[in-house]
């Protein structure tokens, strides 16, 4: 005490049993001058406490040392607050054994028949002063019996290659007195260590130990005086409770040291050659817990659930729910690292409908990542479509194609005035089809009423455009006018370029035809008639889709620009557009203006 000028100041629980073990293990030291003091004497109004003081700290009597009030606060171990407060520490460690009796080696225990119904800290006392008083720290070190603790490491054995067992791994076994181990590949890997094993592995529904009693088997063996070796798969702080132990080992003084260990999460994308991201498919990855009922699936480009062996259908139902696309590739992969490593795949809707049981330990990835397997990057790269119309074949060669239908089109029942239309094709000299449906429900009220292509042998065909002059050709018939400007306008045009004269036209149209091209039919003398053929209708039970992966949106009607915005609100700033006709583009500039 050559630097403490004056009687230390000690305080501790007003508590006649605590005082008694405080004033036992304090007379040990001969040349020590100290005063215990009570709580009580600090109620006078000098050393009142300030609320901020009782609510920041959880032991009323911290503050006290903290201002200098006393100098340490003696209290049973078992019973600190976990952490101190920053300005404090546990300068030392006491049991009631005298001085001399610290320098013993309290041996080697048999950590199997440990008791684990008390605290690991039940009869020591702990000395708590501030962490700046170095000459505290220096009068309290000899009775520290932290000093003959041992260490614990916690080693990650990787994902089961021994390969894979970093080299500090390898040398805190090398030093190990004892391992505690999970299931390994061999289980004859760690004989090569001198230090005594003891297995503590977990599998589902059957855990050699539990958690808490691996916590106390690493505190007990580390009280003995041990090195000692968590050694557990993968990482010890990724999904392996290892922030459980390491949390459990510092509230019980027990220096810890963490050696990191190769994450399935990590081996999956080395041992199956698929990354986990890449530039311009993934930029984000998320791990997640599988074996949960309650398990979330982040909206990352890439996800990857560990232990969800058990759990794969509810795993892609909860993804598809979270806004996953239900095509999203997923790759399951059994025993990463290992001679008999399995990879299966497959995609969210897949597992969803399917009852395939996976092998257990298996590692799952969710994302476009996994098409990389199979595909080029190129391929992978395809951009996204939003196709809002009926068909959305043409688009699949040119990328990934979201289709989502934002019209539905139905024929017309049968009635006295088609009938009568069909009954007297003669008294038309043209028929202008001007889209797919018009040439569908034409050729299907002909065969109803019991007519065939011949009935069309004086009649010339007009088509909009090439997919109209498809569905013309399934039928026997090549147009005689097809505009290069698939338009209303651009057939207009053809017909003035080509000073066609003008007749009598059939114009089969939609409930929602538009008046463009009679109006300038009747313009150059034309005589029209537009008989409804189908209905065009907003479809019911339409929900609205993530469209942050969508590059381009393919509105092939006018109609389905009306009706995205009747179900989106807007037209979307930052897409590219494709569309079909000139009066499709002339609405979707009407109601983007009207959007601004």
């Known amino acids: 005490m050559s630097n403490i000028v ?18 036992e293990s304090l007379a040990l030291f001969s040349d020590l001058e100290y005063e215990i003091i009570s ?30 009030i006393a100098d340490v606060v003696v209290l049973p171990a078992a019973e ?56 505290l720290k220096s009068l309290f070190e000899i009775a520290d019996i932290r000093k003959k603790f041992g260490k614990v490491t916690l080693v990650g054995f990787g994902p089961g290659n021994a390969d894979l067992l970093t080299l500090g791994g390898d040398k805190a076994l090398e030093k190990a007195d004892i391992i505690f181990h999970d299931d390994l590949l061999d289980q004859n ?5 001198k230090g005594e094993k003891f297995y503590v592995g977990k599998r589902k529904d059957c855990h050699s130990f539990r958690q808490d009693r691996i916590n106390r088997l690493l505190v007990d063996a580390a009280k003995a005086g041990k090195y000692v070796v968590r050694l557990k798969g993968g990482d010890p702080m990724v999904f392996a409770h290892g922030g459980e132990e390491l949390e459990y080992l510092h509230r019980n003084f027990v220096e810890v040291n963490v050696i990191p260990g190769v994450s399935a999460g990590i081996a999956v994308a080395a041992c199956t050659q698929i990354p986990l991201t890449h530039r311009g498919i993934s930029s984000s990855v998320a791990f997640v817990s599988g074996h949960s009922d309650s398990v979330q699936i982040p909206m990352t480009d890439t996800v990857v659930c560990f232990m969800g062996g058990f759990n794969t259908k509810l795993i892609a139902k909860k993804a598809i729910a979270q806004g996953k696309r239900p095509d999203t590739p997923v790759m399951l992969v059994h025993n990463i690292s290992l001679p008999d490593q399995k990879e299966f795949f497959s995609t969210l809707e897949e597992l969803v409908q399917g009852d395939e049981k996976y092998p257990t330990p298996i590692t799952i990835v969710i994302g476009k990542v996994v098409a990389l397997r199979n595909n080029s990057e190129a391929e992978v790269l395809k951009p996204v479509f939003l196709v809002t119309g009926t068909s959305a074949e043409k688009y699949n060669k040119l990328g990934t194609v979201i289709h989502q239908p934002l019209i539905e089109v139905n024929r017309i029942e049968a009635n006295s005035e088609l009938e009568n239309y069909f009954s007297h094709l003669e008294q038309f000299d043209w028929i202008f089809f001007t889209s797919r449906y018009t040439v569908q429900f034409f050729f299907e009220f002909l065969n109803y009423y019991g007519k065939d292509s011949r009935s069309l042998a004086k009649l010339k065909i007009a088509s909009m455009g090439k997919i109209t002059t498809e569905a013309l050709r399934k039928h026997g018939i090549k147009p005689d006018l097809q505009p290069e400007e698939e338009s209303s306008e651009g057939l207009i045009r053809e017909i003035e370029l080509r000073n066609i004269p003008h007749g009598h036209v059939l ?25 409804v053929f189908y209905e065009n209708k907003y479809p019911d039970n339409l929900k609205i889709l993530d469209l942050t992966k969508v590059e381009t949106i393919v509105f092939p009607a006018p109609s389905c620009v009306t009706n995205f915005v009747r179900l989106y609100g807007a037209l979307p700033d930052d897409k590219k557009y494709i569309f079909r006709g000139k009066e499709t583009q002339k609405r979707f500039l009407e109601l983007n203006q009207c959007g601004k």
């Open 39 to 68: 709580p009580d004497s600090f109620s006078d109004k000098k050393y009142e406490l300030s609320d901020m003081d009782q609510l920041d700290i959880a032991e009323p009597l911290f503050p006290l040392v903290i201002r200098g």
């Open 80 to 135: 600190l607050p976990f952490p101190l407060p920053k300005d404090l520490e546990v300068i030392a460690l006491l049991d009631n054994r005298s001085p001399s009796e610290f320098e013993l080696n309290p041996g080697f225990i048999n950590l199997a028949e440990l008791p684990d119904e008390t605290h690991p800290l039940e009869g020591n006392l702990a000395i708590v002063a501030r962490s700046d008083n170095s000459d």
């Open 507 to 531: 114009i089969p149209r939609s409930n929602l035809g538009l008046p463009v091209l009679p109006e300038n039919l009747n313009r150059l003398a034309w005589r029209v008639t537009r008989p």
């Open 189 to 193: 890997f760690t004989e090569k260590y």
């Open 6 to 23: 004056r009687k230390l100041k000690v305080i501790s629980q007003n508590n006649p049993l605590v005082l008694r073990q405080v004033s």
